[in-house]
């Protein structure tokens, strides 16, 4: 079995067992807030964007091993921008988390300018 099948076995294997035990109702009901008029205030639409400037650093390295290092450069922002978020949410995990990648990224922005 190649790597690319283990890793969707895995992932299927994960998530369906997740979303079981959760309940699936639960999940549509959590994703269709999205589509909800209120659901996009200022502090979602920074999560989201967030999230995916994330996704879009750690998918390339996953995937392809490539760094796209300039991202960093989005990451400090909206991890700082994050930050904010967790103090609205009152989130410690977030506020640490987004602490933790605001150094991460430093480094590596650094690293690259040096």
């Not at 639409?45 to 390295?61: D, N, Q, R, T, Y």
Request: glycine fraction near 4%.
């Amino acid at each position: 079995m190649t790597t690319e099948l283990l890793v969707l076995a895995l992932f299927l294997a994960v998530t369906t067992t997740l979303y079981s035990v959760v309940g699936w109702q639960r999940i549509v009901d959590c994703m269709g807030s999205w589509f909800r008029q209120g659901y996009w205030t200022d502090y979602n639409i920074i999560e989201f964007l967030a999230w995916m400037a994330k996704a879009l650093v750690i998918i390339p390295g996953l995937l392809f091993g490539r760094e796209i290092w300039e991202l960093h450069f989005l990451t400090l922002i909206t991890s700082s921008l994050l930050i904010w978020v967790s103090m609205r949410k009152m989130l410690p995990t977030l506020l640490v988390f987004n602490t933790l990648w605001i150094a991460i990224s430093s480094t590596i922005v650094v690293r690259n300018l040096m």
